[in-house]
């Protein structure tokens, strides 16, 4: 059966991160095992050299791939995992993380501070707690892939 957005992933087309190689925009899906999060390219630089990369996943922007991947019919929730592991496996700069690595998750439904923060801390502010900004039209999706989520806050 195919994955259903909310049920078994929620995801956000374009969010910026700071990658190893740089700032840049990146696709962000989680999926009940895990975050993923896909550099569509990064700036970054030393003293006066700049550098640009680009990233592919089978010669195809992250952004396209993994779209039309929640778009097959055929995609299992098993299948989705499986792929986008390969393909973070294939591909220098994803992240990756375990969602039971985070232990809270805060949700900005705001139009200035619309976000989903998770964080590897059950309470008090945390510098490193990993951030996304999806749009308008992904929010609900996060609201009902979280619903259920323990330790849920959303503001």
Same mark, same amino acid.
């Given at each position: 059966?195919?994955?259903?957005?909310? /049920?078994? %992933?929620?995801?956000?087309? /374009?969010?910026?991160?700071?990658?190893?190689?740089? +700032?840049?925009?990146?696709?962000?899906?989680?999926?009940?095992?895990? *975050?993923?999060?896909? #550099?569509?390219?990064? =700036?970054?630089?030393?003293?006066?050299?700049?550098?640009?990369?680009?990233? $592919? =996943?089978?010669? @195809?922007?992250?952004?396209?791939? =993994?779209?039309? *991947?929640?778009?097959?019919?055929?995609?299992? #929730?098993?299948? *989705?995992?499986?792929?986008?592991?390969?393909? &973070?496996?294939? !591909? &220098?700069? #994803?992240?990756?993380?375990?969602?039971?690595?985070?232990?809270? !998750? @805060?949700?900005?439904?705001?139009?200035? @501070?619309? &976000?989903? +923060?998770?964080? $590897? $801390?059950?309470?008090?502010?945390?510098?490193?707690?990993?951030?996304? @900004?999806?749009? $308008?039209?992904? *929010?609900?999706?996060?609201?009902?892939?979280?619903?259920? %989520?323990?330790?849920?806050?959303? /503001?």
């Amino acid at each position: 059966m195919a994955v259903q957005p909310g /049920k078994d %992933y929620a995801a956000a087309r /374009k969010t910026t991160w700071v990658f190893q190689s740089g +700032v840049g925009d990146a696709t962000a899906l989680i999926t009940r095992h895990s *975050l993923f999060i896909f #550099p569509h390219s990064a =700036i970054g630089g030393t003293g006066r050299t700049v550098t640009e990369t680009d990233y $592919k =996943i089978g010669g @195809r922007k992250p952004v396209e791939a =993994i779209m039309a *991947l929640l778009a097959d019919s055929a995609t299992t #929730p098993e299948q *989705l995992e499986e792929q986008m592991r390969k393909w &973070s496996a294939q !591909v &220098s700069g #994803p992240i990756v993380e375990h969602m039971s690595d985070f232990k809270r !998750v @805060r949700i900005f439904t705001g139009f200035i @501070r619309r &976000s989903v +923060v998770l964080s $590897k $801390k059950e309470k008090g502010f945390e510098m490193g707690a990993t951030s996304i @900004r999806p749009s $308008k039209e992904e *929010l609900p999706a996060f609201l009902e892939f979280f619903k259920d %989520y323990p330790a849920l806050e959303i /503001k």
